[in-house]
């Protein structure tokens, strides 16, 4: 592990997250603080050991491929931000080249 | 008020759901702006429901206050954050759906810390809540808005979700019993999710009864959450007063060293002592990997929280920046002006560590001494039936007490991440009161852990320690 540094503004930018300097200031140690509380972990021998992504996983468990009722159009649409003709508008995506 | 006595004058034609609701809706006018467990309640709506209430149903009538991170269709769902702030649920959690399928009437959406982060409520970006025993101080959190209503009798019962202790550790500070269920044993759909892994809904309730009679309407499989287990559910109820003569409970010494308040100490301890002379055998073990709990938690929660909020991007629902200058500067935004500090920590620190370099060294590391954890339990569980400890190290801290120490704040989750981490139940019952901080007779929690699915013991045993203590 590294020496609990971590770039807070480019961490923030891959996380789609704008931040303030004020931001910037005040994650930076709080963040190296846990940082430097999780190395520990890094102090354990953990050879040989199998991950655990869920504890008592179930897995591939399948409904009955039956039709059933879904939310309506107008359910989906009741809380976007902006739409036009029973579609949410977004920004214009593909710019010129 | 409890839901049995209620559901018993019910049933004799004593009160009515309306009258039971009107009644609430008085309490939360006399006492809810100072407490601030509510974010919001719609009473007509509850009405319109409990004029139809079928009181042949385990639950017929009673209303039940639900955290604002599960969804009622039609109410609000802001999981305290600004983000959410004007949302209204298009469709009902598959507890909601449980709940009114016995009968029980959702009456209330209450505070939380902002998308269940914290351990205060003070992250919630919409209000303060107050601890009702001593309104300077926290109701803990996150589910703090749900464990303050039970606790200054606005509400009969409330749902919460716990993550890390965000139903145990609100309970434990308010005074009411909370119960974080195995991991599958409730479905989550409709729960908005913070760390999958770990997530479960339970109940807040004033006694051990009223949590396994929640526990029984919303335990069992469901199509639509594909980790919810099919194991059918046990009566929760028939075997509650069967006591605790014979049954061994393992007291870790990890969960005892420094650190504890005395008073918390004393009061578990008593709580302890109880037990043994109902006839339980008091075994003394180890779970030797306790103190990597929190770094493990704060690896693997913010991993996966970091994944989940990736949904509130600002376009379909939501809050949306305006005059973005494309379609990423919404996105970046929107989330900027819509999260809360705690909420953008967490983010950050969970796309550091799944982020290109060091994903090994730490989530894969953190999920390997989630094993070990996990393992530990495993280990205690082939010498004893349940295990006990306290469920925070102190009382409820004052409002204010911890804002520029998150580290400090994690630290205090010690006791109950742990069992999130093993997917396994756990009970926080009152067991007296203490002083501390200048504060006066603040409530004390005791901690039942059990394994698996082992919820029917785990209750009863919690029943016969609310008896004693």
Known sequence: ?97 | MTISKLRQQLVAGETTPAAILNNLAGEISARDGQTGAYLSYNLEAALAEAANADLSLPLGGIPIAIKDNINVLGQPCTCGSKFLENFISPYDATVIRKLRAAGAIPFGRMNQDEFAMGSSTENSALQITRNPHDPARIPGGSSGGSAAAVADFTAIASLGSDTGGSIRQPASHCGVVGLKPSYGRVSRYGLVAFASSLDQIGPLTQTVEDAALILQAIAGGDPLDSTCLDAPVPDYLSGLNDGVKGLKLGIPKEYFGEGIDPGVRKNVEAAIQALAAQGAEIVPISLPHTEHAVATYYVIAPAEASSNLSRFDGIRYGHRAANPSDILDLYQKSREQGFGPEVKRRIILGTYVLSSGYYDAYYTRAQKVRTLIRRDFETAFAQVDAILSPVAPSPARKIGGSSNDPLHEYLSDIFTLAANLAGIPGISIPCGTTDFDGGKNLPVGLQILAPHLGEAKLLRIAKAAEIKS
């Not at chain 1, 891959?14 to 963040?31: K, N």
């Not at chain 1, 846990?34 to 504890?55: F, M, N, W, Y």
Request: aromatic content about 4%; overall charge negative.
């Open chain 1, 1 to 97: 592990m590294s020496q609990s540094h971590i770039d807070v503004r480019y961490v923030a930018k891959l996380a789609r997250l704008e931040l303030t300097d004020d931001e910037v200031a005040t994650f930076q140690p709080q963040l190296e603080a846990i940082l430097g509380h999780v190395e520990a972990l890094s102090k354990l021998d953990v050879s040989g050991i199998d991950p655990t992504a869920h504890a008592g996983a179930v897995f591939g468990k399948m409904r009955d491929d039956v039709p059933h009722e879904s939310l309506t159009q107008a359910a989906m649409l009741q809380n976007a931000p902006d739409q036009a003709q029973g579609q949410i508008r977004v920004p214009k995506v593909v710019t010129d080249a």
